[in-house]
């Protein structure tokens, strides 16, 4: 049962909505029939819904992690946060300083590519507890040619939806990238 935010009504008008736009990790993703809209009957109250937005969080760093572009700084930033990782853990993972990850963090020296290779595979395993029917490549990202830093438009949106999932004998509701129709 929701509770509308505003005159705390119960709610049970709601839609999913075909198409939701949303921004994570400064990325803009495109949520396929999974965001609910409620709407509330007594004073007209609109408010989104992402179920499982820890789920989502997730999914978009993995599907970051794996997509051949390189990270600049804020995103080296949320993928670390996403894996809740202080500044000192991902150092010391890597071998460097926590004052190297800060400059990374700040696009003011450029992560290497080997440290990029670490640091995203650390992302598609660590993350994949929270975003199990997202296909890890891990294959992939061992071998893969990172194309030069982006600037923020170079980054095409990327589609999720809410698929069934079954892990552990039980049936539950995981965010999975969805391939745009060739
Ligand atoms: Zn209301």
New binding site residues.
């Given amino acids: 049962m929701n509770i509308?935010g505003?005159?705390e009504?119960p709610v049970s008008t709601w839609q999913r909505l075909s198409r939701h736009e949303h921004v994570i990790g400064g990325a803009r993703v495109e949520l396929m029939d999974s965001a609910l809209e409620v709407s509330?009957e007594?004073?007209g109250?609109r408010a989104v819904i992402i179920p499982n937005l820890l789920g989502l969080i997730a999914a978009v760093a993995i599907d970051r992690a794996q997509t051949p572009i390189k990270l600049n700084g804020r995103e080296i930033r949320f993928l670390r946060k996403t894996l809740e990782m202080a500044a000192k853990d991902l150092a010391d993972m890597l071998e460097v300083s926590a004052e190297t990850v800060s400059r990374w963090e700040c696009d003011r020296q450029p992560i290497s590519a080997n440290n990029e290779r670490i640091f995203r595979m650390k992302i598609v395993v660590g993350l994949s507890d929270r975003a199990p029917a997202m296909e890890p490549r891990l294959d992939e990202l061992m071998t893969m040619k990172l194309s030069p830093i982006r600037n923020e438009f170079d980054l095409s949106v990327s589609r999720f939806a809410l698929v069934r999932f079954k892990k552990d004998g039980k049936k539950h509701d995981q965010w999975d990238t969805e391939l745009l129709a060739a």
């Fill in positions: 509308c505003k005159c009504a509330c007594k004073c109250e």
